[in-house]
C-alpha cells in the first residue's frame, strides 16, 4: 500500500499540469472534478506533499493561477465571519460534541458553506483549485455534498480534492471505515496500481 500511495504521490505533479487536466478535455462534458484518495494514516505526509507541490506549481508553471482551500480552516473563517465562532467554542465546552454540531446544522448547511467555498476559490479567476482538511472538516461537512453543491459553480476551472480515505469511482468511504457516500462525478487524479 505504502509503495502505491509513494508512486501515486510521484505522478500528481505532472498529472496537475496536464493540458488534459487543466483545460478539461477528454471529459465526456463532465465537471472537472478529480479525487486523489490516500490512507488518512498519511495526512501528515500528504500535507508536506501539498507544500511541495504548491511550490512546484509555482516553480514550473508562473502564469498558473491556483488556489489551495483547506476545508477545515475555511470552516473556521466561514464561522469566524458570523461571529458564531466563539459561540460554537462555548457550546462545545459546555454542552459537548453532539450539541455543537446540532448548533451548527444551519449555519454550515452545504449550500452556504459552497457559496463561501467560491469566494475563496474564485474559480472565475483561477485556473485550479486545491482542496484539502477533509478529515478535519468531518463530520461538520461531507465532502460529497459540498462537491455536489459546487457542480453549479465551479465552471470550467478544475477542482483537485485530497481524500483521506477511498474513492472507488462511484463512493467515497471517508478513513476508509465509515459508510460509503455515492459520489460519482470526480475523477481519480492518479488511480491506484492493479494488485
Request: proline share 5%.
Amino acid at each position: 500500500m505504502n509503495d502505491d500511495f509513494n508512486g501515486r504521490l510521484n505522478k500528481v505533479l505532472d498529472r496537475l499540469l496536464s493540458k488534459e487536466l487543466l483545460s478539461n478535455t477528454g471529459l465526456g462534458n463532465e465537471i472537472g472534478f478529480y479525487i486523489f484518495d490516500y490512507p488518512p494514516e498519511q495526512e501528515l505526509r500528504l500535507r508536506e506533499f501539498l507544500e511541495t507541490i504548491k511550490a512546484q506549481l509555482t516553480k514550473r508553471a508562473p502564469d498558473l493561477r491556483f488556489v489551495h482551500i483547506n476545508l477545515f480552516k475555511l470552516l473556521i473563517d466561514y464561522l469566524a465571519e458570523r461571529k458564531l465562532l466563539d459561540r460554537a467554542y462555548q457550546l462545545q465546552k459546555t454542552k459537548g460534541d453532539e450539541e455543537l454540531l446540532k448548533a451548527l446544522k444551519g449555519p454550515l448547511q452545504e449550500k452556504r458553506v459552497a457559496e463561501y467555498f467560491v469566494q475563496a476559490a474564485r474559480p472565475e479567476v483561477n485556473d485550479l483549485v486545491l482542496v484539502s482538511g477533509v478529515g478535519n472538516a468531518w463530520p461538520m461537512l461531507r465532502s460529497h455534498t459540498l462537491l455536489n453543491c459546487l457542480h453549479a459553480y465551479m465552471e470550467d476551472t478544475p477542482l483537485v480534492l485530497f481524500y483521506p480515505g477511498q474513492y472507488s469511482g462511484q463512493s467515497l468511504r471517508l478513513f476508509g471505515k465509515l459508510p460509503e457516500s455515492n459520489y460519482y462525478r470526480a475523477f481519480s487524479l492518479v488511480p491506484h496500481q492493479a494488485s
